[in-house]
């Protein structure tokens, strides 16, 4: 299967009037792509619940929750509710980067070997468009966890597609990570990094919007694209 997507022509100012939802099956949730200014207080209880869920893990000062509460470099979010409205996972997709220094990857192999790849490749793929995903959880007590990974996995597309970038890049550690393949991420051969901690290898994955059908699995293409074709149309009817 193959899938034509436009030249490159940034989106950067685009505004969202409002968000953007949609019932996805699989998981038996509510998804809603919004934006910060768009839905404030939407995007605090996603601030909220990231640092938990990190928290429970020992790891809340990797979301830096006061630093991006005002969502001046988040230029996407996508959060999962539940039937009863519960936030059981979501992520964030940053402003498109103008260079290295403008991801926090730099910050995770800071002093360690692959910092110059990293630099190399994000640098390398800036005049195509990067943007990169963090702060990505999922509720520990949801026996769809795997279908959520699943959906968020698939983000990627919606965020080229919106945003008209060709990259998508994200850093996690590497089991996490393997769950994300499955939309179409391909790790990086870089050494992995003991971020935040020694319990942790950090590894780099990357989306590229003209190939990544290509690493999707099937199911996960489709599913997309029936995702990309709705958002499309609530954004042209915007």
Same mark, same amino acid.
């Given at each position: 299967?193959?899938?034509?997507?436009?030249?490159?022509?940034?989106?950067?100012?685009?505004?969202?009037?409002?968000? =953007?939802?949609?019932? $996805?099956? /699989? +998981?038996?949730?509510? %998804? %809603?792509?919004?934006?910060?200014?768009? $839905?404030?207080? !939407?995007?605090?209880?996603?601030? /909220?619940?990231?640092?938990? #869920?990190?928290? &429970?893990?020992? *790891?809340?000062?990797?979301?830096?929750?006061?630093? =991006? &509460?005002?969502?001046? /470099?988040?230029? !996407?979010?996508? +959060?999962?509710?539940?039937?009863?409205?519960?936030?059981?996972?979501?992520?964030?997709?940053?402003?498109?980067?103008?260079?290295?220094?403008? #991801?926090?990857?730099?910050?995770?192999?800071?002093? @360690?070997?692959?910092?110059?790849?990293?630099?190399?490749? =994000?640098?390398? @793929?800036?005049?195509?468009?990067?943007?990169?995903?963090?702060?990505?959880?999922? #509720? /520990?007590? &949801?026996?769809?966890?795997?279908?959520?990974?699943?959906?968020?996995?698939? +983000?990627?597309?919606?965020?080229?597609?919106?945003?008209? %970038?060709?990259?998508?890049?994200?850093?996690?550690?590497?089991? *996490?990570?393997? !769950?994300?393949? #499955?939309?179409?991420? %391909?790790?990086?051969?870089?050494?992995?990094?003991?971020?935040? $901690?020694?319990?942790? @290898?950090?590894?780099?994955?990357?989306?590229?919007? @003209?190939?990544?059908?290509?690493?999707?699995?099937?199911?996960? =293409?489709?599913?997309? !694209?029936?995702?990309? $074709?709705?958002?499309?149309?609530?954004?042209?009817?915007?």
């Amino acid at each position: 299967m193959s899938v034509e997507f436009v030249e490159y022509e940034s989106n950067v100012d685009i505004r969202f009037p409002e968000n =953007i939802a949609w019932f $996805d099956t /699989d +998981t038996d949730c509510s %998804v %809603v792509l919004s934006q910060p200014h768009t $839905d404030p207080e !939407l995007w605090n209880r996603y601030v /909220d619940a990231a640092e938990q #869920s990190y928290r &429970r893990h020992g *790891v809340e000062a990797v979301v830096d929750a006061a630093a =991006i &509460r005002g969502g001046a /470099d988040t230029a !996407l979010f996508w +959060t999962v509710l539940d039937r009863g409205g519960n936030m059981v996972g979501g992520l964030r997709a940053k402003a498109p980067l103008g260079g290295a220094d403008d #991801s926090h990857a730099v910050v995770e192999w800071a002093g @360690r070997p692959g910092l110059a790849m990293v630099r190399k490749m =994000i640098n390398d @793929r800036v005049p195509f468009g990067v943007m990169e995903m963090k702060t990505a959880w999922v #509720s /520990d007590n &949801r026996t769809s966890q795997h279908a959520i990974t699943n959906l968020l996995a698939r +983000t990627a597309y919606h965020a080229t597609s919106v945003m008209g %970038v060709q990259f998508v890049m994200a850093t996690a550690a590497q089991h *996490v990570l393997e !769950l994300w393949k #499955s939309g179409g991420g %391909v790790v990086a051969p870089i050494p992995a990094t003991p971020y935040p $901690d020694e319990r942790y @290898r950090t590894k780099m994955m990357w989306w590229d919007r @003209r190939t990544m059908v290509n690493h999707s699995q099937p199911e996960q =293409i489709t599913k997309a !694209l029936h995702e990309i $074709d709705a958002i499309s149309t609530r954004l042209v009817a915007g």
